[in-house]
């Protein structure tokens, strides 16, 4: 329904032929004589037809950043929060073994010529400015200083530009701000949803994913290419929760990227060949010769997204890798 607007008041243009002159004068300060000249001046601005109006493109906010345009694609890191932690015994490492016990906890937007992908969405943007006391969960303290929605928006991004949504897995700390993208297709390995909304999932982090359940969704098991160019892969790699996925990105400039989701958290696991007691006897050993041979194959460099040392010199967003 469309509304003229007078005078701070709105009338529906299918009640100007039931409101009476005085009702219509002492409403809109207009005198009978206009009557008519106002309705035709609303008919004038509506659009012609519902499927005129829906084939505009919805407005850009005021100061919102253009859309970036792309040929290739590209990859920004974004700061989705801190986790601060002092048990690396918990991944077999010894305190003086790990440069940092803590962990950041980054996001990832990929930007290709056939739309957008959002990996991950970090700690909910609800602990923005939060103290760390407010917010422990299993000893892991959450900290977070800005939101992913701000910082997309530093982009020039907002959730209803974003074409996929897809997520390493369904921990707390890579969900926290999912239902905000439910929107967009979400891209699922069969295992994880399954795991997500089944009987043995977390019941304290449906919440933080529970739209996901109504979004549309592309479901599948093993290997997904996103934009069917293979430039931009899904990559399962199942253990740490049973759909876990990795990324990978090849850029023209910085070359080919995996982003390691929790496959790994601290660097030392790699270097030192340590991991979680209860994974050794999942399918985590396996994804992790699978995806060290794929970096051999690919020549790509792999992201280890818990790593303080990886984020503190990765270039953060709104800079970008291509």
């Not at 709105?10 to 002492?26: E, F, K, Q, S």
């Not at 937007?109 to 422990?136: C, M, Q, W």
């Not at 030392?268 to 399918?283: D, I, K």
């Amino acid at each position: 329904m469309h509304e003229a607007r007078c005078g701070g008041q709105g009338l529906r243009r299918d009640r100007l032929r039931t409101i009476g002159p005085r009702l219509v004068a002492r409403r809109c300060f207009f005198g009978r004589a206009l009557l008519t000249a106002f309705a035709l001046a609303c008919a004038t601005t509506a659009p012609a037809s519902a499927a005129d109006a829906t084939a505009r493109p919805a407005p850009r906010a005021p100061g919102l950043a253009p859309l970036p345009r792309v040929t290739s694609p590209r990859l920004y890191v974004i700061d989705c929060g801190t986790l601060v932690y002092n048990r690396p015994e918990d991944y077999n490492l010894t305190r003086e073994e790990v440069a940092d016990t803590n962990m950041s906890v980054p996001c990832f937007l990929v930007i290709h010529a056939k739309g957008i992908l959002l990996f991950d969405t970090g700690l909910s943007d609800r602990l923005v400015g939060r103290p760390l006391y407010e917010n422990v969960d299993g000893g892991y303290g959450q900290i977070k200083f800005n939101s992913l929605r701000g910082q997309l928006a530093d982009i020039g991004i907002t959730a209803a530009d974003i074409t996929y949504l897809a997520i390493s897995h369904s921990h707390f700390d890579h969900v926290g701000n999912a239902n905000d993208y439910a929107g967009s297709t979400w891209l699922a390995q069969k295992a994880e949803r399954d795991f997500m909304f089944g009987t043995n999932a977390d019941r304290a982090y449906v919440p933080l994913y529970a739209a996901l359940a109504h979004a549309r969704t592309v479901v599948f098991d093993g290997d997904h290419d996103v934009f069917g160019d293979g430039t931009v892969i899904l990559k399962f790699t199942p253990g740490h929760t049973p759909g876990h996925q990795a990324l990978y990105v090849k850029l023209a400039k910085t070359g080919g990227v995996v982003v390691s989701g929790d496959l790994y958290h601290y660097a030392e696991e790699r270097t030192l060949h340590r991991m979680p007691n209860e994974e050794q006897s999942t399918a985590t050993p396996s994804s992790r010769e699978l995806i060290e041979r794929f970096l051999k194959e690919k020549n790509a460099q792999l992201w280890i997204g818990h790593s303080t040392a990886f984020f503190k010199n990765a270039i953060k967003s709104p800079g970008w890798y291509d």
